[in-house]
């Protein structure tokens, strides 16, 4: 019985081991059919970025003593000319201390004047030699006194007429009013800004530059600009300031771009696209977009080399619409894979079938 056993069990493994694959057998990889596309030359598109109308020359203005705003003459948006009043203190105060300051130096004048007869009387009692040379010194000084407080009563009663005049907040420059800041009633101290005022004259675009952009839009060899509002004008820019440091919270480099052509049709505020004519934007390499995979080690295409797919690192210069452009990586004429390329691995057999470019370029 025992016999019996071992013997049937000798069988099924003799069968499980006939089931088994053949260790003379060959193990061949699949070759997996992928569609191809030669690498391609293109003009690159320009860099594009949406940005804002502002002035170049914002001022703050500001009252230079301090008082109660008594009148304000104009509001957001007024266009104003140099020397246009625009707001006035309560001149009470100023009046005051100008009347002060009068009394002052007329006090201090008398004072001279006293001081001025006595240096002559007693310069000739001294030279009659009737009274001694100190007491003579005594006047002298006592003059130079006088004379010292006389300039500096007139000095204060000129900075207190100035104070006077400074009463009325005028504009200094011709621009347009961005900002209020200030409201009847309300009591300022000297330096507080109570307009924001824009110049007109000189206009400029701020936008923002991600950090990979900064040397081509620093060597950028042309800009123009163009208005969300009015599409069809077209106006030539530079890059006039590019900040060396980026924004803590953005990451980006704040940008100014200067209109380098007055249009009465951009308005301060508006918005606009800068774009951004690099050097090297003639010609670039530009595969499909279906082409680039990232794995988790960076942007890739794969590559076929004589039949075997090839993982080749590329650096992605822009994205644009019709595929990627490259900065390097692959040759112009490399048949790059565009369908199937995120299922393959290094080395792996591929049979290529070349993708029409016209035909994978027409809507389904």
């Not at 004008?233 to 953005?250: G, I, K, M």
């Not at 993982?311 to 390097?328: T, W």
């Amino acid at each position: 019985m025992r016999h019996k056993a071992a013997a049937g069990l000798l069988c099924a493994v003799t069968v499980l081991a006939g089931c088994g694959p053949s260790q003379d057998a060959p193990s061949v990889a699949a070759v997996r059919p992928v569609l191809v596309r030669p690498v391609a030359t293109g003009n690159t598109v320009p860099a594009v970025y949406s940005g804002e109308v502002r002035a170049r020359y914002e001022s703050d203005l500001a009252f230079r003593v301090p008082g109660k705003l008594v009148a304000r003459h104009v509001d957001v948006g007024a266009r104003v000319e140099r020397g246009k009043a625009l707001a006035r203190l309560d001149p009470a105060d100023l009046r005051l201390n100008a009347e002060a300051a009068r009394a002052q130096l007329a006090a201090a004048e008398s004072d001279y004047a006293l001081a001025d007869a006595e240096q002559n009387r007693y310069a000739a009692l001294l030279e009659k030699k009737l009274i001694a040379q100190s007491l003579y010194d005594a006047k002298v000084t006592a003059y130079k006194a006088a004379k010292a407080k006389r300039d500096q009563a007139r000095a204060q009663q000129a900075v207190i007429d100035n104070q006077e005049n400074y009463s009325m907040l005028s504009a200094d420059h011709p621009g347009v009013v961005t900002g209020v800041l200030a409201e009847v009633g309300q009591v300022v101290s000297a330096g507080q800004p109570v307009f924001r005022v824009a110049r007109t004259d000189e206009k400029e675009i701020a936008i923002n530059i991600p950090e990979r952009q900064v040397a081509e839009t620093r060597a950028a060899k042309a800009m123009w600009v163009t208005l969300w509002a009015r599409p069809e004008l077209r106006l030539p820019a530079e890059l006039r300031e590019l900040s060396p440091a980026a924004d803590a919270a953005t990451r980006t480099y704040g940008a100014r771009i200067r209109l380098l052509a007055n249009d009465p049709a951009v308005q301060l505020g508006m918005t606009a696209q800068v774009a951004v004519q690099s050097p090297s934007s003639e010609t670039a390499l530009v595969v499909p977009l279906t082409a680039v995979v990232d794995q988790g080690g960076g942007p890739a295409v794969w590559v076929v080399v004589d039949g075997k797919a090839q993982r080749r690192p590329v650096e992605i210069r822009q994205y644009r619409e019709d595929g990627a452009v490259l900065a390097s990586g692959v040759q112009v004429g490399e048949p790059v894979v565009t369908v199937g390329a995120h299922k393959l691995v290094d080395g792996q057999p591929v049979r290529p079938v070349v993708q029409d470019a016209a035909a994978a370029a027409k809507p389904p």
